[in-house]
């Protein structure tokens, strides 16, 4: 039972462009939503967060949009650097555990 | 100093070996993670400790056993573990545990169990 869902195992973006990077949740009790990014042998690096109670979040390139009712959030980076390229980790939480998504890799080429 | 350190990078044992990962931070964090994260698949929390004390276990086989010794320190204890436990292990800490707290990730321990 997979509660959150990274549907789009890679993504691949021109420098410069908007890069969309989406998740679905199906556990109403989550309260709290992050976002986090992992190089390759390296733990994963806290991006932006949001609250259930919001619907946008903004952090310089990086925005995170929640819509509660249909259980899905995105992340968006605009514009898109070759630094981006890595593996994006959606994760909820609620009671303190963090559950995350599968991934999505994006590539982001120059 | 924001960051947490994990020993060793790299680890490989036997399935008859005693082994300890460590873990620490000096944010003066009080909740601390561990979780194991196979390839090409997210983490999986295993365990975490609030103010020094277990509080959650994934239901994690005993041979693999926690141990908070104080409030920046965290050690997982590794004896007779299988090839199948070969993976990266991570710990992560949060100011307290709970929804709204964001986990700051070590870099992780690359176990190998031959």
């Known amino acids: 039972d997979q509660q959150v869902k990274q549907n789009s195992p890679s993504l691949s973006v021109q420098e410069g462009r908007i890069s969309i990077l989406n998740c679905d949740y199906t556990?109403?009790?989550?309260?709290?939503f992050l976002w986090y990014k992992k190089y390759p042998a390296e733990g994963p690096t806290f991006l932006i967060s949001i609250s259930s109670i919001k619907d946008k979040n903004e952090d310089g390139r990086f925005t995170v949009f929640l819509n509660k009712s249909a259980k899905h959030l995105s992340l968006h980076i605009v514009p898109s650097q070759p630094g981006d390229s890595a593996v994006y980790f959606c994760?909820?939480?609620?009671?303190?555990?963090?559950?995350f998504g599968q991934g999505t890799t994006l590539q982001v080429k120059p | 100093d924001t960051e947490v350190t994990q020993t060793p990078k790299h680890l490989v044992m036997g399935m008859t070996n005693k082994k300890s990962l460590k873990c620490e931070q000096h944010m003066g964090h009080r909740a601390m993670y561990w979780y194991k994260q196979k390839a090409k698949k997210p983490p999986e929390l295993m365990f975490v400790?609030?103010?020094?004390?277990?509080?959650i276990n994934e239901s994690v086989p005993s041979r693999f056993s926690p141990e908070c010794p104080n409030s920046s320190l965290l050690n997982l204890h590794l004896h007779a573990l299988q090839p199948e436990d070969s993976a990266l292990y991570l710990c992560?800490?949060?100011?307290?545990?709970?929804?709204?707290?964001?986990?700051?990730f070590g870099p992780g321990t690359r176990l190998t169990v031959l």
């Open positions: 994760a909820a939480s609620g009671t303190g555990k963090l559950i």
């Open positions: 400790y609030s103010y020094e004390k277990l509080s």
């Open positions: 556990n109403s009790m989550f309260d709290y």
């Open positions: 992560a800490s949060s100011q307290v545990q709970g929804s709204v707290n964001e986990q700051f």
